[in-house]
């Protein structure tokens, strides 16, 4: 289970169900893992978000991502306010790649 700022995201549904007593936080969706970014899904499981690794810079930072009709992944370049405030991000710029490398690295 992932908390980000209070915002709990699982690997699967499972862990919601097993932790569902004790849980500190809102359950906002899932995660799933990859070696360069961290995808974010809803409830309903629809892609929303992603954290991504930035492989010219070695920086991390959020950016909207969605599922294209024929089954492509669309990452944009940076991320909307609704994405930042359910992924639970600071809203100055280098809090914000702070927490985003944090996170990154904290995730396994």
């Given at each position: 289970?992932?908390?980000?700022?209070?915002?709990?995201?699982?690997?699967?549904?499972?862990?919601?169900?097993?932790?569902?007593?004790?849980?500190?936080?809102?359950?906002?969706?899932?995660?799933?893992?990859?070696?360069?970014?961290?995808?974010?899904?809803?409830?309903?499981?629809?892609?929303?978000?992603?954290?991504?690794?930035?492989?010219?810079?070695?920086?991390?930072?959020?950016?909207?991502?969605?599922?294209?009709?024929?089954?492509?992944?669309?990452?944009?370049?940076?991320?909307?306010?609704?994405?930042?405030?359910?992924?639970?991000?600071?809203?100055?710029?280098?809090?914000?790649?702070?927490?985003?490398?944090a996170t990154?690295?904290?995730?396994?």
């Open positions: 289970m992932m908390n980000l700022n209070g915002n709990l995201y699982a690997a699967k549904q499972a862990e919601f169900d097993q932790a569902q007593p004790n849980l500190v936080g809102t359950p906002k969706g899932f995660y799933k893992r990859y070696n360069n970014r961290i995808e974010f899904f809803d409830m309903e499981h629809r892609l929303f978000g992603a954290l991504v690794r930035f492989s010219d810079s070695g920086g991390y930072g959020f950016v909207n991502a969605c599922l294209l009709d024929d089954g492509r992944k669309f990452y944009q370049h940076g991320a909307s306010d609704r994405t930042l405030a359910a992924l639970g991000s600071p809203r100055t710029y280098l809090a914000e790649r702070d927490y985003a490398k990154f690295l904290s995730a396994a």
